[in-house]
């Protein structure tokens, strides 16, 4: 099992992957966030393996965020719909 | 750049000059032979020969910049057309009227005593002033009124670019990559929950596309579409928002009959939801629209925010730097833009005269 967490800024956004993620079994959500410094507050207590990020957010950019937030986990970001590529892993 | 505006006066003065002495030479180089040109030595003659001109050429600068600019540019034919009328009456009976006050600085003939006026009548109207009056006339306000129809070419012009350039700059800046991806994507989410809210959602995208690719070509467009459109913009964005942010978007007035040019509102609600968002601390937007009788005033209010994802690719300012552009172009000084960019809150201030 893997423990994850969700950040988009867009509530509609997150609903669709909390979705998607409910239905990997080896996935467990342990939060959905539109803030994400909410989420930080969550992962100081108990960290995840996996955090899954929006890149375009009003308050602070996602790249930014995982560099500043995310030293042990590999976050996994979400493109734009906007772009025209396949969703893939960044270290 | 003003050494610049300065040459060009200098060459005007050296034209307008040049103008001038080539206009007054006329007389002399079409004078009949055998030339004799001695009576002009006569200062009964040379005095009139300068007051005449020099009447002509003050009629010259007068009409370009006083009377075309308060009478003819207003519209005002009448008192316009009274006015060159009574001034060439007045050029036409200019040499009688210098014979009668001057009449007696001519020399006299042999054999009359010296200071009385000779037996000579001047024509009531002089033909010849009158014809030159009339060409001084036609030339000043043609040139005028040609400068003014280039002007005016080239303002329809600019205006049909400027309306072009928003069109693009909706479609490819707004609409594209941002708004109707977003609004595809949450719309997508409605869908996957069927939701009650996904028809609406569509029928909402569909008559903002139809606007701007059908309505937004016109050059003025109903009120009412307008604030339809914003309505309608406004909703759809909403559904992205998290309840951090609340929109009170207002209406005062009817809009009925009313009419306003397209996308003119759009950049500053777009700006508002640009800057004004945050999913960490409370943000209101506030959109204020209120018709009055011959004026129409629109607000937009929102706190600012630190937004790093717009540092990245910053174009901040451009959708409003377009829409005073458009203004200048559309409402001259038929509107006043105030942009009040405060330590915590930005606002928008446009008062039309619509």
Known sequence: MLTCIAIDDEPLALE?????????????????????????????TSPVDILFLDIQMPDINGIEF?????????????????????????? | MTSSILKKRIVQLIIHIAAWVCFLM??????????????????????????NNILLIAFYYLNTFLFIPKWLDKKKFLTYGLIILCLLIFYGCFPRIYHSLFGSLQPPPPGRPAGRPRNFQQPLLAPGNIAVFLLIFVFS?????????????????????????AELSFLKAQINPHFLFNTLNNIYALASSQSDQTAPAVMKLS??????????????????????????????????????????????GDPLGRQIAPLLLLPFVENAFKYGVSTRERSPICILLEINKDSMYFSVTNHKHINTTLKMADNTGIGIHNTKRRLDLLYEDRYKLTIDDG????????????
């Open chain 1, 16 to 44: 669709v992957l909390k979705k998607y993620i409910a239905k990997i079994y080896f996935l467990d959500l342990k939060g959905a966030f539109t803030d994400p410094f909410e989420a930080q507050k969550l992962m100081e």
């Open chain 2, 343 to 354: 330590p915590v809150e930005f606002s928008v201030h446009l008062n039309i005269q619509v």
């Open chain 2, 141 to 165: 306000t043609g040139i005028k009124v040609i400068n003014e129809w280039l002007r005016s070419e080239q303002r329809t012009k600019e205006i049909a670019n400027e309306k072009l350039h």
């Open chain 2, 26 to 51: 006329i007389p002399f180089v079409f004078y009949p032979r055998p030339r004799d040109f001695a009576f002009f030595t006569e200062r009964y003659f040379s005095t009139f020969f300068i007051l």
């Open chain 1, 66 to 91: 995982s560099v500043s937030s995310t030293r042990k986990i590999q976050p996994l970001f979400l493109p734009p719909p906007s772009a025209n590529m396949p969703w893939k892993v960044s270290t």
């Open chain 2, 207 to 252: 008559s903002i596309m139809r606007y701007v690719l059908t309505e937004a070509r016109n050059d003025v467009v109903p009120l009412e579409k307008e604030i339809q459109f914003t309505t309608h913009y406004i909703e759809l964005q909403k559904m992205r928002l998290t309840d951090k942010s609340s929109i009170d978007f207002t209406i005062k």
